[in-house]
């Protein structure tokens, strides 16, 4: 906060109202520290904060006034005792892993995951000795019997990308307690506004940035945040590694925290509407959003989170062929690699996000041929349908 306050505050104010201390200038706003380092007044102070017998400033690949106040934000919207924020939210994933596992350690993943974290997990990982095996998100009582004397860490994404799967957050952490496993929660897709894992037991929480934390399509950036013994050493690894926050990416979704609260509730709105409105769709097998009663695993959503998100998935009955056919099809809504933006994008995973994955694995994910995801974005609900409907008309 800009004074000192004893005042405990809700979340959504605390991501429009903490920010760094006010310069000599009395800036309202906070500014943009673009410095590569940081100056000390004599040789004993720089000593000392060499020593880490000071939290002063050193160096921006360490730690950054922007950068700690995106962080600040972030554990105070996710209830966490600490942070680190990164280049992007692999980054911030990678981290979580090589800080806190070594050579000889198991990690139990669950199978329905980002394609560049099933190609850490599958492809890097081995290479530091560190051994995985998936588990299925939808079995979730076959999970304990995996877990061996050298598991260290549970990594999951709920809901999962990009097929929407939810999985029971306070059963992950009472496995995790009762083993003494790190539990590991990648929330990205609900965001800190529709869902707070720490509360049911997650002891390390990731997010990409880039998504709907920026809202807008502009920067990269990750963060996770967790217990602060965790997130010491994961700071420690980044330190000495370098995949640094900038100062003027820190400062955007900093500035895009305030707005969050706003965002997702129209986000999960018009996503609700959309998903409510292709339900039963002649040329669709199935519509597929966390919040439709139809979901498998609504129950747990509901339970667990406050909105649905702004992401809606669906499965063309005439599969890959007309897949091809509604991207191009499409007038209004964008083709690009990302999700969270504030304008509505189409994806097809089985040949962009996954496609990496045998047909096997996509297939074992929930990942079809004919799968689409839409990330919902601010427009007016009805010309998003209206777009939607008259590709699935044109695609048939």
């Given amino acids: 906060m800009s004074k000192e306050s ?26 943009m520290f673009l410095t590569s380092s940081f100056c000390f007044d004599n040789a004993e102070e720089m000593r000392a904060t060499f020593a880490d017998e000071t939290d002063f400033n050193i160096y921006s690949r360490f730690s950054n006034p922007n950068v700690d106040e995106l962080i600040r934000k972030m554990c105070a919207l996710e209830g966490a005792e600490a942070g680190h924020a990164t280049a992007s939210g692999m980054s911030a ?63 999951v994404e ?63 950036g990750g963060v996770v945040v967790g217990k602060k013994e965790l997130i010491k050493e994961i700071h420690a690894f980044c330190r000495s590694t370098g995949p640094a926050l900038s100062p003027f990416n820190a400062w955007v979704l900093s500035k895009s925290l305030e707005t969050l609260h706003v965002r997702m509730e129209r986000h999960s709105g018009s996503a609700l509407k959309l998903a409510t409105a292709l339900e039963g769709n002649r040329h669709l097998s199935f519509v597929r959003y966390p919040f439709l009663p139809s979901h498998p695993q609504y129950a747990v959503a509901t339970k667990q989170m406050s909105g649905g998100g702004g992401l ?22 964008s ?20 496609a990496k994955l045998t047909e096997e694995e996509r297939l074992k994910v929930g990942i079809t041929p004919g799968l689409i995801r839409i990330s919902v974005g601010l427009e007016n609900v009805n010309d998003i349908l209206e777009d939607i409907l008259q590709a699935l008309d044109h695609s048939a």
């Fill in 6 to 31: 004893n005042r405990k505050y809700s979340p959504e104010t605390n991501a429009v109202r903490i920010q760094v201390p006010k310069t000599d200038e009395m800036e309202h706003t906070s500014p």
């Fill in 335 to 354: 083709l690009t690699a990302n999700l969270g933006d504030s304008r509505s994008i189409a994806s097809h995973p089985a040949s962009t996000t996954h």
């Fill in 312 to 333: 809606v998935c669906f499965e063309l009955k005439g599969g890959l062929q007309q897949g091809v056919r509604f991207l191009d099809s499409l007038e209004l809504l």
């Fill in 158 to 220: 709920t809901p999962s990308n990009p097929g929407l799967e939810i999985i029971d957050l306070a059963l992950l952490g009472e496995i995790a307690n009762k083993h003494n496993l790190i539990l590991n929660v990648d929330n990205c897709f609900a965001s800190p506004v529709l869902q707070r894992p720490i509360e049911f037991g997650a002891h390390l929480v990731t997010t990409s940035a880039t998504k709907w934390i920026d809202g807008q399509g502009r920067v990269l």
């Fill in 93 to 155: 994933i990678f981290a979580s892993f090589m800080a806190l596992m070594k050579a000889g350690d198991h990690l139990l993943s669950a199978s329905s995951i980002f394609g560049s974290t099933h190609t850490v997990i599958s492809k890097f990982l081995p290479k530091y000795g560190i051994e995985a095996t998936y588990f299925d998100i939808n079995d979730p009582n076959g999970i304990e019997a995996l877990i061996k004397p050298n598991t260290k860490m549970i990594f």
